[in-house]
């Protein structure tokens, strides 16, 4: 079920918005999980973050091979950096 940008939760844009960033996200994930296709993708982009920080994401993502699971490469077996949710252990 697709939701309009403006039915998503502060929580569940603010993941969205995460996700859109990490570089070994693919699209089709946020997809999966939020029902969101690129094109919604890149709108609620355009309206919630501030144009320079758009401009950025847009380059950064343009044509990413992580980001497309249809052009990412076979080795690519995860979504995420291995080192992306270590948390410190009582140091």
Request: positive net charge; proline residues 2%; contains cysteine.
């Amino acid at each position: 079920m697709k939701k309009n940008i403006q039915n998503y939760t502060v929580e569940e844009t603010s993941r969205i918005i995460e996700m859109a960033w990490e570089d070994r996200t693919p699209f089709e994930a946020i997809e999966g999980l939020f029902g969101m296709n690129s094109n919604q993708l890149v709108d609620l982009m355009r309206n919630k973050l501030k144009i320079g920080s758009f401009k950025v994401w847009r380059k950064r993502m343009r044509g990413r091979q992580t980001k497309h699971l249809s052009l990412r490469p076979e080795a690519i077996l995860r979504g995420y950096c291995k080192t992306q949710y270590k948390h410190s252990r009582g140091k």
